[in-house]
């Protein structure tokens, strides 16, 4: 079958459903589907101002759906290497407390980083429970363990 410009040209909806079924029954999982049609619509984005047509019918498919996996926490003894690396790579001592200090906040708190971030001088000593104003100005509680409050002072 020849894909020259002018069978690209004549892709339609169809095309695109079948082309997906086709790749579904490989085995090709959602997220991996999504991934390749969004290639497929940015090719036809380019190869239609290109050619100078309208890639509506490519351009309409929907990606299939799939549910966002959950980020998992770093292991304990990996969030200690990546504190451990943090304190020693840059060329200043107080840059690398400052960011030993931050990531130890971050894993033994919980707190987002634009929450840690947010933190002011004025916060320190850290007490046991923060308050913390998040995302859409939401407040919570939220512990600071021992370690951590020490990584910032």
């Known amino acids: 079958i020849s894909a020259g410009p002018a069978r690209l040209k004549r892709v339609e909806l169809r095309d695109?459903?079948?082309?997906?079924?086709h790749e579904r029954g490989r085995g090709l999982g959602p997220r991996s589907l999504a991934r390749a049609l969004s290639a497929v619509k940015g090719f036809f984005r380019w190869f239609g101002k290109r050619e100078g047509?309208?890639?509506?019918?490519?351009?309409?498919?929907?990606?299939?759906?799939?549910?966002?996996?959950?980020?998992?926490?770093?292991?304990?003894?990996?969030a200690r290497e990546v504190i451990a690396d943090l304190g020693t790579t840059p060329a200043a001592p107080w840059i690398a407390a400052r960011d030993a200090a931050v990531a130890t906040l971050l894993y033994g708190s919980g707190l987002r980083i634009s929450e840690a971030l947010g933190l002011k001088?004025?916060?320190?000593?850290?007490?046991?429970?923060?308050?913390?104003?998040?995302?859409?100005?939401?407040?919570?509680?939220?512990?600071?363990?021992p370690v951590a409050r020490q990584a910032v002072d």
């Open 121 to 145: 001088g004025r916060d320190a000593p850290l007490p046991e429970v923060l308050r913390i104003r998040g995302k859409g100005g939401k407040e919570r509680l939220v512990p600071a363990l």
């Open 53 to 78: 047509f309208e890639p509506t019918a490519v351009l309409s498919v929907r990606a299939p759906k799939f549910t966002r996996k959950l980020p998992r926490p770093l292991a304990e003894e990996a």
């Open 16 to 21: 695109l459903r079948a082309w997906m079924a």
